[in-house]
Structure formats: structure tokens, C-alpha cells
């Protein structure tokens, strides 16, 4: 038979914006609950080297570093679930949430902390050339990189930034895009354009990552003009896929608003969604900054919001009553 779990509080997503919204609901007495998702802890999971969540001064892991947020999370009050959530229903209170195990979810309050993937070339030789010099966070993995080549695929906004960035820690950054025009904001192209760190590769593909030596790393792109067809080689010791990002929002379409970018739409400064009691935190709601600190801090702003919204919610409850 299936099961029915009610809560004040459900997290959907275990990243540390999600955590990071247990620990506080947990805290403030809601008993929350996490449910985990195909990804347990989040993007965190799949790097090695994280040098700029504060608090630890000498180099820590993704993954362990989302173990201890669990294992916060937990210590103080959170139920932590492994099970994927393949239907919403938002259009009354309780909402409910159901999971692939069969189990319904009821929940007054709702925090959304789904995340974004980033999307990469898919070519075999990029799935290997992963962690060996391909990237898609130039801020997470740029200072891998200091006094290094490399190069930034993409035409958008994100890789403008990210080869803007890339100079803090090369004098040799190549952007690399398919068109002989970028798309990003005329602001950033000029400032592209005025760096002389910077080169950009017009009408390019990218096929393959090249990797050499021992242990293997990457040396280079083999890139195509897209034009004349021509092969060349842009050497390279890291390469950054910047062609944009897919946040996880398939679930709430046509229940929350969601920009033409496929972000959730949030009261800006804030965490609340189109529906009142539904929040929304970390990558999924965040086109800008894509950090774990930045998506820790949002979850924060979630449970808090969500904590005044069931006080108020209470609140009410009890004046109604009071005055029937
Ligand atoms: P995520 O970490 O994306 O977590 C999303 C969660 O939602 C997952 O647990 C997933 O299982 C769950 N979920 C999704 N859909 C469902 C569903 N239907 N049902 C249930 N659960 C669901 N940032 C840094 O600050 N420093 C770094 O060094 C750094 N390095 C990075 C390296 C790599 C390779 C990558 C990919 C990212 C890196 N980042 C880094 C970025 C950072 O990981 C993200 O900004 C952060 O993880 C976003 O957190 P989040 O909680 O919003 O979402
Ligand atoms: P984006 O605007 O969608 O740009 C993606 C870029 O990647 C485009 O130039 C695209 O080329 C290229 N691309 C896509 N698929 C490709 C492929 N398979 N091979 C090679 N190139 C490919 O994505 P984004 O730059 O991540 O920005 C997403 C959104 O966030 C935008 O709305 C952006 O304005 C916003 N954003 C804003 C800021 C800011 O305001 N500072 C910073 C970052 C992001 P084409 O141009 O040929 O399509």
C-alpha cells in the first residue's frame, strides 16, 4: 500500500541550498523533511576540490562536504528520504508532492531546491576529459589553471564572464564560439574585447578534447571554422563549457511562474515563489551566481521565510477561531 507522509516542511533537493533549509526549519522545531532526489547532495557530489566554501582554510571535497551538511541536517531534526518526486500538485494547501517509491507527500510548506545542470557539448571525449581539464565553472575550477591556457566555449553572457575571470589566472584565455556574433550584453563584449588576455575564435566548433601524457590531462581542442570546414588545434590545459544551464523546473510548469529562461521566478530579494507557502532557493531560482555558498544562503532565506509564513498561517488560524 502507499504511504502518506504529512509535514510542516518539505525540501525538495539535497544540495546545500536544500540542507541548508533543513538545518534552520530543524531548528526551529519544524521537523522537516529532505527528499533527496536522483542526486544526493547535489552537484557538490561529482567535483573533488572545493576551495572557497568559508570556514575551512586548507582544501575540503565536494562530497564530504555535503556528507557533513546531512549529517547537520539530520542532527538536528531532519528526516532525510531517498526518493525522486515525479508529480506536484500546488493548487491547494496541503500541497502534494508524489514519488517515484509510490509515496505521497503533504506538505503546508514547499522549498524548492531542485538545482540547474550545466549543459556540456556531449562529446565522448568530453565525458573523459571531465576532472582532467574540463570544466563548467570557470569561479569553482579557474584557479586549477593559474599561469595556464585555456579556453571558453560559448557566446553568451556566462561565457563572457567566464573568460573575464579566467584572466585573474591567465594571461591566455581563447573564447571559442559557433557564430561570428556573441549574444551576450553589449557591456560585457566591450569589456571582452578590451582585454588583451583575450582572444576569441569566431564560427568554431569544438570536436574533441585532446588529452596527453601521464597522468592525463588536457593539451588542447581539436576545433572545426564552421564556415570552410577547416580542423585546427587551440592548445590548452583547460577547457570551460559555457553554453548555458538547464534548472530543474520540468515539475512546476504550469503551476509556478517561470522566466523565459526556465529559472523559477522569485519575488526579487527574496525566496517567494508565485504561490504563497512555496519557496525557492539555490541554482533553480539563480541564473547569476551558481554557488554553493550563495545557494546555502538562499536556503536559509527559504526556511525563514517559510517559518513567518506558518507562524502567520497559525496565527490566523487561531483568530478565526476565535472569532466564530
Ligand atoms: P544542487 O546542488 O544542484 O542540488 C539539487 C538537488 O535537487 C539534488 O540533490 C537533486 O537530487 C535534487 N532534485 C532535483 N530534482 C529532484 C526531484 N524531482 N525530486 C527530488 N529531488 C530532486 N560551487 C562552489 O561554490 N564552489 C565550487 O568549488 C564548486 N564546484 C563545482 C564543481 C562542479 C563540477 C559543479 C557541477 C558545480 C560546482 N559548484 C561549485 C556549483 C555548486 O555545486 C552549485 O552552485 C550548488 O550545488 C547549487 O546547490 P543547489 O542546492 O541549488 O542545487
Ligand atoms: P545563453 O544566453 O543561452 O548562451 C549560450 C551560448 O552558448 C550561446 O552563445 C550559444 O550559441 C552557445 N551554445 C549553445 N549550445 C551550444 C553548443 N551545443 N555548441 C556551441 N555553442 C553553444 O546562456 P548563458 O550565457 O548561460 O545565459 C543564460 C541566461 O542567464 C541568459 O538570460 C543570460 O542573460 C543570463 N545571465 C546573465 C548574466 C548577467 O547578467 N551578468 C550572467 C550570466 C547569465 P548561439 O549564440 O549561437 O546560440
Given at each position: 500500500?502507499?504511504?502518506?507522509?504529512?509535514?510542516?516542511?518539505?525540501v525538495?533537493?539535497?544540495?546545500?541550498?536544500?540542507?541548508?533549509?533543513?538545518?534552520?526549519?530543524?531548528?526551529?522545531?519544524?521537523?522537516?523533511?529532505?527528499?533527496?532526489?536522483?542526486?544526493?547532495g547535489?552537484?557538490?557530489t561529482?567535483?573533488?576540490?572545493?576551495?572557497?566554501?568559508?570556514?575551512f582554510?586548507?582544501?575540503?571535497?565536494?562530497?564530504?562536504?555535503?556528507?557533513?551538511?546531512?549529517?547537520?541536517?539530520?542532527?538536528?531534526?531532519?528526516?532525510?528520504?531517498?526518493?525522486h518526486?515525479?508529480?506536484?500538485?500546488?493548487?491547494k494547501?496541503?500541497?502534494?508532492?508524489?514519488?517515484?517509491?509510490?509515496?505521497?507527500?503533504?506538505?503546508?510548506?514547499?522549498?524548492?531546491?531542485?538545482?540547474?545542470?550545466?549543459?556540456?557539448?556531449?562529446?565522448?571525449?568530453?565525458?573523459?576529459?571531465?576532472?582532467?581539464?574540463?570544466?563548467?565553472?570557470?569561479?569553482?575550477?579557474?584557479?586549477?589553471?593559474?599561469?595556464?591556457?585555456?579556453?571558453?566555449?560559448?557566446?553568451?553572457?556566462?561565457?563572457?564572464?567566464?573568460?573575464?575571470?579566467?584572466?585573474?589566472?591567465?594571461?591566455?584565455?581563447t573564447?571559442?564560439?559557433?557564430?561570428?556574433?556573441?549574444?551576450?550584453?553589449?557591456i560585457?563584449?566591450?569589456?571582452?574585447?578590451?582585454?588583451?588576455?583575450?582572444?576569441?575564435?569566431?564560427?568554431?566548433?569544438?570536436?574533441?578534447?585532446?588529452?596527453?601524457?601521464?597522468?592525463?590531462?588536457?593539451?588542447?581542442?581539436?576545433?572545426?571554422?564552421?564556415?570552410?570546414?577547416?580542423?585546427?588545434?587551440?592548445?590548452?590545459?583547460?577547457?570551460?563549457?559555457?553554453?548555458?544551464?538547464?534548472?530543474?523546473?520540468?515539475?512546476?510548469?504550469?503551476?509556478?511562474?517561470?522566466?523565459?529562461?526556465?529559472?523559477?521566478?522569485?519575488?526579487?530579494?527574496?525566496?517567494?515563489?508565485?504561490?504563497?507557502?512555496?519557496?525557492?532557493?539555490?541554482?533553480?531560482?539563480?541564473?547569476?551566481?551558481?554557488?554553493?555558498?550563495?545557494?546555502?544562503g538562499?536556503?536559509?532565506?527559504?526556511?525563514?521565510?517559510?517559518?513567518?509564513?506558518?507562524?502567520?498561517?497559525?496565527?490566523?488560524?487561531?483568530?478565526?477561531?476565535?472569532?466564530?
Amino acid at each position: 500500500m502507499s504511504e502518506i507522509k504529512k509535514t510542516k516542511l518539505l525540501v525538495l533537493g539535497s544540495g546545500p541550498a536544500g540542507y541548508t533549509a533543513a538545518i534552520y526549519a530543524a531548528r526551529a522545531g519544524l521537523k522537516p523533511i529532505v527528499v533527496q532526489g536522483i542526486q544526493p547532495g547535489g552537484q557538490l557530489t561529482t567535483t573533488t576540490d572545493v576551495e572557497n566554501y568559508p570556514g575551512f582554510r586548507d582544501v575540503i571535497q565536494g562530497p564530504w562536504l555535503m556528507e557533513e551538511m546531512k549529517a547537520q541536517a539530520e542532527h538536528v531534526g531532519t528526516e532525510t528520504i531517498w526518493d525522486h518526486i515525479t508529480e506536484v500538485d500546488l493548487s491547494k494547501r496541503p500541497f502534494r508532492l508524489t514519488g517515484d517509491s509510490g509515496t505521497t507527500y503533504e506538505t503546508e510548506t514547499l522549498v524548492i531546491a531542485t538545482g540547474a545542470q550545466a549543459k556540456w557539448l556531449n562529446l565522448p571525449s568530453e565525458e573523459h576529459a571531465k576532472g582532467r581539464g574540463a570544466s563548467a565553472c570557470a569561479t569553482c575550477d579557474g584557479f586549477f589553471y593559474r599561469g595556464k591556457k585555456v579556453a571558453v566555449i560559448g557566446g553568451g553572457n556566462t561565457a563572457v564572464e567566464e573568460a573575464l575571470y579566467l584572466t585573474n589566472h591567465s594571461d591566455d584565455v581563447t573564447l571559442i564560439h559557433r557564430r561570428d556574433e556573441l549574444r551576450a550584453e553589449k557591456i560585457l563584449q566591450d569589456r571582452l574585447f578590451a582585454n588583451p588576455k583575450i582572444k576569441v575564435l569566431w564560427d568554431h566548433a569544438v570536436d574533441e578534447f585532446v588529452l596527453g601524457g601521464q597522468p592525463e590531462a588536457l593539451v588542447g581542442l581539436n576545433v572545426r571554422n564552421v564556415k570552410t570546414g577547416e580542423v585546427s588545434r587551440v592548445e590548452c590545459e583547460g577547457a570551460f563549457v559555457a553554453i548555458g544551464h538547464a534548472p530543474a523546473t520540468e515539475l512546476f510548469k504550469g503551476q509556478l511562474a517561470i522566466d523565459k529562461d526556465g529559472y523559477l521566478e522569485v519575488e526579487p530579494g527574496t525566496p517567494r515563489t508565485s504561490i504563497p507557502g512555496v519557496f525557492a532557493c539555490g541554482d533553480v531560482m539563480d541564473k547569476h551566481y551558481r554557488q554553493a555558498v550563495t545557494a546555502a544562503g538562499t536556503g536559509c532565506m527559504a526556511a525563514l521565510d517559510a517559518e513567518r509564513y506558518l507562524a502567520e498561517l497559525e496565527f490566523a488560524e487561531k483568530e478565526t477561531v476565535a472569532a466564530e
